[in-house]
């Protein structure tokens, strides 16, 4: 219902302001009708994207205001880039997740040209039982300050199975580590509950100042994303 009332309000809007406008060009704006306006949004179907947007960062801003430092202070070694970052790109992700993979070469190209970027890695498993396993390794390799080495190997090998966890594991210098630790377990469930207040129901998920990216959008709209961010920290 939600959803339903959102796009009723979203199309509402689009046409208020299409009419609006078109009255400073026509004489006779009661001419105008349901045509005009479903013909300009099906030539211009990138209005109600931009629209959908900006409605997602009003309605997520005061959230993630609100909670800024538990977004944005990484677990542990769980994070790669500036330590002290005029921008911070938070990427909620799964070791099973295909577009995460896909993702991480661009997360690596921003960082190397973004020297003010720090990007924040928050394990979210929602893909079954060997990310939970995956997401509590990867958190040991974090406290041992080896994230990175795991992060990557993880990645490059593929799917999160038990022979795959144990060689990155390896790949970071650790061996068996235990798993049981409850600080495993509270800090996967406030990412449980970060995710929850931006609607993430999937992986990749990122949060870049006050905008929420929902899927794996690309390096552009990345991009597009941290360069609002820092004009709203009044940088350049």
């Keep these: 219902m939600a ?19 078109a009255t400073g060009y026509f004489l006779a704006p009661e001419l105008l009708g349901d045509r005009l306006v479903r013909e300009t949004l ?35 070694s769980s994070f790669k880039g500036a330590e002290d970052p005029q921008v911070v790109m938070v990427e909620f992700f799964d070791y099973a997740c295909g577009y995460c993979r896909q993702t ?9 040209e973004m020297p003010d970027l720090k990007v924040v890695y928050r394990e979210l498993p929602v893909l079954g039982p060997n990310s939970v396993v995956a997401a509590k390794a990867s958190l040991a390799a974090s406290d041992a300050g080896k994230f990175h080495q795991f992060h990557d190997k993880l990645f490059e090998l593929g799917g999160p199975n038990a022979e795959n966890i144990k060689k990155a594991l390896q790949a970071a210098g650790l061996g068996d580590v235990p798993l049981d630790d409850p600080r495993y377990d509270s800090e996967l469930q406030k990412n449980y509950e970060l995710a929850n207040l931006v609607n993430a129901s999937g992986t990749p998920t990122f949060v870049i100042g006050n905008r ?8 552009d709209s990345y991009k597009a994303a941290i360069a609002a961010a820092r004009r709203s920290n009044g940088e350049s």
């Design 104 to 112: 991480k070469p661009e997360i690596e190209r921003l960082i190397k």
């Design 42 to 76: 099906l030539d211009q179907p990138e209005m109600l994207l931009e629209a959908g947007d900006v409605l997602r960062d009003r309605q997520f801003a005061p959230l993630i205001d609100a909670n800024r430092d538990l977004f944005e202070t990484p677990y542990g």
């Design 3 to 21: 959803k339903s009332l959102l796009g009723a309000g979203l199309v509402g809007g689009l046409i208020g302001a299409l009419l609006v406008g």
């Design 212 to 219: 929420v990216i929902p899927a794996a959008e690309g390096y």
